[in-house]
T-cell receptor
């Protein structure tokens, strides 16, 4: 069964700290993996999309990596800010046209 | 680009009534649309997938007669919750892709439904 798991469910860090969010998936034959941000009561904002042929993607203070052999992806946030507080979801797609399989999310709180 | 809107953003309805939620792609043609449901503190659950002009494909356990999906044009899909009950209260999110072969999806802002 294809599953996506995120640990921990919640994370609290002081402002300025660098942090890593983890995502694991059960099938190494992943087509692409996407990281989203969700603010309370809002929809999803796409942060980074990594194709299976890529190892990482970067956008500003965010860097996402993909390691198919170990079934893991990480989202690195540099110099965290209170505005980064949100729930971060990773989702894997296992083939073109396949459905996105979401992890449970990590709720991040960055304390000023 | 790739903006998806939903209307309304929140709605309250009485038990037994029906409510319709609209999802629109504003700057691209949404060949495929998806409807998700999200309970508090939980992840997104796919309800159904629809291609323009075709009947929706529902996920296992989702009642197609209760959650009516219409994807009549390349920019509009609607979800109608029929005979709503309090347990249907949830956050509904639509998503759209500009191809039959899905590479990336764009998500709407969601609709909060409360059934009293």
């Amino acid at each position: 069964k294809q599953e996506v798991t995120q640990i921990p469910a919640a994370l609290s860090v002081p402002e300025g700290e660098n942090l890593v969010l983890n995502c694991s998936f059960t099938d190494s034959a992943i087509y692409n993996l996407q990281w989203f941000r969700q603010d309370p009561g809002k929809g999803l904002t796409s942060l980074l999309l990594i194709q299976s042929s890529q190892r990482e993607q970067t956008s500003g203070r965010l860097n996402a990596s993909l390691d198919k052999s170990s079934g893991r992806s990480t989202l690195y946030i540099a110099a965290s800010q209170p505005g980064d507080s949100a729930t971060y979801l990773c989702a894997g797609r296992y083939n073109q046209g396949g459905k996105l399989i979401f992890g449970q999310g990590t709720e991040l709180s960055v304390k000023p | 680009g790739a903006v998806v809107s939903q209307h309304p953003s929140w709605v309250i309805c009485k038990s037994g009534t029906s409510v319709k939620i609209e999802c629109r792609s504003l700057d691209f043609q949404a060949t495929t649309m998806f409807w998700y449901r999200q309970f508090p503190k939980q992840s997104l659950m796919l309800m159904a997938t629809s291609n323009e002009g075709s009947k929706a494909t529902y996920e296992q356990g989702v009642e197609k007669d209760k959650f009516l999906i219409n994807h009549a044009s390349l920019t509009l899909s609607t979800l109608t919750v029929t005979s709503a009950h309090p347990e249907d209260s949830s956050f509904y999110i639509c998503s759209a892709s500009d191809g039959l072969i899905i590479r990336e999806q764009y998500f709407g802002p969601g609709t909060r439904l409360t059934v009293t």
